[in-house]
Structure formats: C-alpha cells, structure tokens
C-alpha cells in the first residue's frame, strides 16, 4: 500500500517533487483547463461573441497542451536522474488508502486487509507481522484468501477446529517425530488437520482413509498394508512415515512446499502439467487461472490459516480447552488369529481402549497365519501381559485360519453356521460387522486352533470315529490295519464340506485318504470352497 509521505506530494506518474515545484505548475494546468471550459460555454449560448471566444478557447487549448507536455518531460527527467518513484495510485487503491489514513492506522502495518463490506463495517485484519515467527517453517504468505479462512476457521467452524485443535495435542508429538526423523518441517502436520482434522477412522467417498487420508493405491505404494484384516493407513504411525515419503518426493520434485501441498492433494502429474502449461513455479500464479480444482485452490490457503491458528490459539479465541493425554503405547508381538476380547482380558483393559490404540485391526481378531506386533498402554507391565496371555490362550480358541465359503443362492447366517459347526459370534470375528450375505460372494469361515487339535487327537483314534451314512468303504492306503470310515461322495460335494462334516479341516482330510480325494476329481463333481490360510 503506498502512502504520500510528509513534504512531498506523489505526482501522476509516482515521482516525487520537493519545493512544490510541480504542485504549482499541476494548479496552473488546471486553471487553464477550467477556463477553456468557461469559454467554450460561453460559445455555445452566446452567438454574438462566437468568433472572439473561439478563438481564445485554442489558444487556451494549446497552451494547456503545451503545460501538460512540460509537466511530463520533466517528470520523465526527474526519474531517470534517479528520483525515487511509486507505483501509480489507482482509484481503488487510493480509496483504501484514503480509508487507512482517516482512521489512523499506517497500511505499512497491514500486510493484508479485507475490503469494506456492502455494509461498510470496517473490521481490522487478523493477520499480523508478528504471526511470521522464526519456528514456522513452512514460508507464509500473507493475503486475502488465508484472513478469510482465518475468519472461517475461528467463526463459521469453531467448534470443529477447536475439536482438531483437541485432536493435535494427542497426536502431534509423535507426528512431529517421524517428521523430523525424516528430515522434513514440523508445520506438515496440519496437512493432516485439514485432511483429515487428526481422525484416525476418517473416510471419504473416494476411499481415502487414516489421518493422511490416502487412498489404497497410494498407501500401497508407500508400502501401507490394505487387506481384508489390516488398514495400516489407520496407523498413525506408520501412515506418517508413509506421508513423509511421499511429501519428500513431491518437495524434491517441484522445490515448493505450496506445490508439494497441492500435488499431494490434486495429485502431482496435474500439477506438473499446469507448471508447464503456464510456465510458472508460483502457487499463487497458477492458482489464480483458476484451473486447478475448487478444493485444491483452497487447500494451501487453509493449511497457513490452520498453522498460524493452532501455533497461538489463545490469540484467536480458544483459551480453555481439554486436557488430553499424548497418544503413547507399548508394543508387543502376540500371535495371529487372537481376539481382540482375549488380548483386553490379557492387558487387564477393555476392547475400546485396545480398538483405539490399534485402529488399523479391521475384524475383531489380529490377523491369522502370523505373529501380529499389537499396541498396548504405556503403563502395562508387558512381562505380566504375555504370561497372561499365554494361560488366557490355553483356555480359549484362537483363529489359526479361515475358509472362504462362496455365497449360492438361498444361502442364509443360519444354513452357513450349521453346516460349518460354527456360530454367528465366531462369523463375527472374521467378517464385516454388520454381517450381510450377497449372492456372489464371500464369507470368511473360522477354523480354531483347539478344534484342531480335538480333530487331531479323533483322527489318532480311529475306532470311534463313525459314519451312519456309511454306504461304500474307501480304504486309506497309509493305514492298512486301522479301521476306516465310510462315506459316499454326492454330487455337489466339496473336500470342505465334508471336512465340516466330520469336524476337521481340509488339510486333515487330505492327509487320511488320498483316494477320496481322486474320486472327487474323476467324478467330475464341481469342486469350491478350499481354504485359504492368512488371507489377504
């Protein structure tokens, strides 16, 4: 904002004149053009004086022109003998001059101001100078589109910044701590705030999820594992690490924290064509084209309204707020398959308290076929945990796998529990909550580890293992003497059914009677349903 300064006055074309030199030759211009106004009047409505008053009218008119074209050659002289000069005062920016000199405050103090409303109320800015502190490490730019989000932020939406301002104190320390780790600014934190406001279960329509809300193509390119068990893009943790991989590479890409927030957000192949399509490093350039999407346009915006927020909240109004604790946890390697309830019981908590730490735990189970590192409270005591654990497990199942059972017409939760020997809460620990049976596909059958070896320990005694459907004898070539059991293969018959029949998994019945399991295949019955361990 340009301001006249005391003793000089800013000419036309910006110079500045000292003695008042050029204020007298700009009011001798103007008393010329006044006159030649007059007289020009004057001719209009008076006939008889037509020809005296037109002629002094041109002359008038060329001595204006001559006075007009001497005030400029010597503006012209005085700048380039090195006067200092001012960009030119248009009516607008004059305007707002006009409006900051009558109320006393210097536009020097203002690096950004609104304009006046229709309603004329003239409210202050709420960015100041002050707000460029040395730890704010992501280079701010002070103008309109960051006040108004200020403003938005601290009115419109109070409540729900205040609760992401909550949401910061639990999960910034060790946000900032991978951060740094990798070598990168604290402030990339609140990328995350206005991803996602700090919510570890936050979803979007287009199937982003986690804090850094990335989407499962990209998660898994930054090595986030997204499976039927498992969302590491819900780990605070791990999905952190994978955000500061991925802002590395946009940095080292484009050179600019706006552009790397941009590309993170619109993805960086749209940045980089609209870089060369403009020709310009310069977010604030290519934002004004307007080509770049609404929600991109205003994503640096409010990262730099939420950074100078969230550094001084007492400043903008959010004094008293809740005390939380940091978000600090234990972790400890248990085996797969284990219930959530078991791992509670376990840790002496409770199933929301182990939810809570370990977002990314889809099913109610840690994943099958492998050891599983699982969070826990600070304050446990982990050698007590795991010899609770360990007496807990010998008395309770544990999911050592699963079977995935095609969903046929007419099937239904009862007809699938029966026919497996399972119960609906046993389908619960496995499967989406709630569940729901769609014709075409899957649901996920547990196979425990105590049924295992219950099955195991029949299979060693033979003797008592019978069949009231035993129609045709099919002997076992590994076991000559033992009696065997009958059974007559129907059509439609699966190596899992028959399993569940019986009460043993596939892999037991596989290994009693290799000729079973030819005659499925010579008999051309349709054959489905074989299990699948650790699925992922």
């Known amino acids: 904002m340009n301001r006249k300064a005391p003793g000089n006055s800013v000419s036309l074309m910006g110079g500045h004149d000292s003695g008042g030199k050029k204020e007298i030759d700009r009011g001798f211009f103007h008393v010329l053009h006044a006159t030649y106004i007059r007289i020009t009047v004057l001719t209009v409505f008076s006939t008889k004086r037509f020809l005296p008053a037109f002629c002094v009218a041109l002359i008038l008119l ?27 005062a248009w009516p607008d920016t004059a305007a707002e001059d006009q409006r900051f000199s009558s109320s006393g405050t210097g536009a020097e103090n203002h690096p950004l101001y609104l304009p006046v409303d229709e309603t004329g109320e003239n409210e202050e800015p709420l960015i100041e100078e002050s707000d460029l502190r040395k730890n704010i490490n992501i280079p701010l730019v002070f103008n309109e589109a960051v006040d108004y ?12 910044f205040k609760k992401w301002l909550i949401r910061e104190k639990r999960y910034a320390p060790l946000m900032k701590e991978v951060l740094r780790e990798h070598g990168l600014p604290d402030d990339l934190i609140y990328l995350a705030m206005i991803e996602s406001g700090f919510n570890l279960r936050a979803y979007s329509p287009k199937k982003a999820a986690g804090p850094w809300q990335f989407i ?64 310009t490093m310069d977010f604030w350039q290519i934002r004004a084209y307007n080509t770049l999407p609404r929600e991109t346009r205003e994503y640096v915006p409010q990262l730099i309204a939420a950074a100078i927020i969230a550094k001084d909240p007492e400043k903008y109004g959010f004094g008293e707020m809740e005390i939380v604790p940091p978000f600090e946890f234990v972790k400890e390697t248990i085996p797969g398959g284990v219930p959530l309830k078991t791992i509670a019981k376990a840790a002496a908590s409770d199933v929301p308290s ?12 840690t994943p099958p076929g492998e050891d599983y590192g699982i969070k826990l409270p600070i304050e446990i005591d982990s050698e007590a ?61 547990p196979r425990f580890d105590k049924t295992e070896r219950q099955v195991t320990n029949a299979v060693a005694n033979t003797a008592g293992f019978r069949s009231t459907m035993a129609q ?25 059914v028959i399993a569940a029949k019986y009460n043993m998994d596939v892999r037991t019945l596989k290994s009693i009677d290799t000729i079973l399991i030819r005659r499925l295949i010579l ?9 699948m361990i650790g699925f992922s």
């Open 472 to 496: 045709s004898t099919v002997r076992s070539k590994t076991s000559p003497g033992r009696r065997t059991v009958t059974h007559v293969v129907k059509k439609g018959e699966t190596l899992s």
């Open 62 to 88: 060329f001595c204006s022109a001559v006075f007009a074209t001497a005030v400029f050659s010597s503006e012209v002289r005085g700048q380039s003998a090195g006067q200092s000069t001012q960009p030119i």
């Open 523 to 531: 008999t051309k019955y349709h054959v489905s349903n074989l299990p």
């Open 149 to 160: 989000y200020i403003r938005y932020f601290t009115t419109t939406k109070r409540k729900l």
């Open 216 to 279: 499962p193509e990209t998660g898994r390119r930054y090595g986030l594992l997204v499976n039927h068990w498992v969302d590491e893009r819900r780990d605070i943790q791990k999905s952190t690490v994978a955000a500061a991989r991925y802002l590395q590479e946009l940095f080292d890409q484009f050179g600019c924290w706006y552009l790397a927030a941009a590309g993170y957000n619109a993805g960086e192949n749209r940045i980089d064509r609209l870089i060369k399509r403009y020709d």
């Open 354 to 365: 182990i939810k809570a730490l370990n977002p990314e735990i889809r099913r109610g189970i």
């Open 385 to 445: 945990f795991r010899s609770t654990l360990t007496s807990v497990l010998n008395e309770e199942k544990r999911v050592v796998r699963v079977i995935r059972h095609l969903i046929r017409r007419r099937d239904n939760i009862r007809k699938i529990t029966r026919r497996y020997g399972v119960s609906k809460a046993d389908l619960a620990l496995v499967n989406c909550s709630p569940l729901r049976l769609k014709r075409g596909g899957f649901v996920f059958i």
